[in-house]
């Protein structure tokens, strides 16, 4: 039976929405394909209707779910100012949780896949571009942040800023085992990050 371009369309956007899951929780090598279509509910055939190999999914679900993050930072910067909230500080607050420290699936895919991305010629590049996406959000809130600087001082405070970010996630993730030193963790990468933008 032919299937039309509709429930072909919500059949590739339940395998990339599984696929960011899964592999954000277990890592890429860590799924198997039929994992991904299990969860989305499409027989494993199925897949391939979509992607030619997995290693295109990861690239194409990676740079989605950092993509996705960027339109949620942007739902939140909205909730911010109408609750009189610095839009820069809600989102880095929001990243920096010990929810999003011990839960991989709810996190961002740098911390979780940003090491095996960066490994694999087709995976690395499209994560890029999603990283980008991120880096964009921050850049405009450090634009509004700092008028007067330039373009290339914006870019750079944003970069600083997700850097210490990734950077306290996975490392308050390594201190698991010490509660209060992975909190601090937490604590000292949301305060650099807000020193980066401002």
Not at 161 to 167: C, D, E, F, K, V
Request: glycine share 8%; aromatic share 4%.
């Amino acid at each position: 039976m032919k299937v039309d371009q509709q429930t072909m369309a919500a059949h590739r956007a339940a395998i990339l929405k599984q696929a960011g899951r899964l592999f954000r929780k277990r890592g890429i090598d860590g799924v198997a394909v039929a994992d991904i279509t299990g969860a989305a509910g499409l027989t494993h055939g199925a897949f391939y209707g979509h992607f030619p190999s997995k290693a295109a999914l990861a690239a194409e679900a990676c740079r989605e779910s950092l993509e996705r993050s960027a339109a949620y930072w942007r739902k939140e910067i909205a909730q911010a100012r109408r609750d009189g909230v610095d839009p820069l500080a809600a989102i880095i607050d929001d990243y920096l949780t010990p929810t999003k420290r011990d839960q991989h699936d709810r996190s961002c895919a740098i911390t979780t896949l940003g090491h095996e991305a960066s490994r694999d010629a087709e995976v690395g590049p499209a994560m890029g571009s999603g990283v980008e996406a991120l880096l964009t959000v921050l850049q405009e809130l450090v634009a509004e942040r700092r008028p007067k600087a330039g373009p290339a001082v914006h870019a750079d405070a944003a970069l600083a800023a997700l850097a210490a970010m990734n950077g306290g996630l996975t490392l308050a993730r390594l201190l698991a085992a010490n509660p209060k030193r992975s909190a601090a963790a937490l604590k000292a990468a949301a305060a650099l990050a807000k020193r980066a933008a401002d």
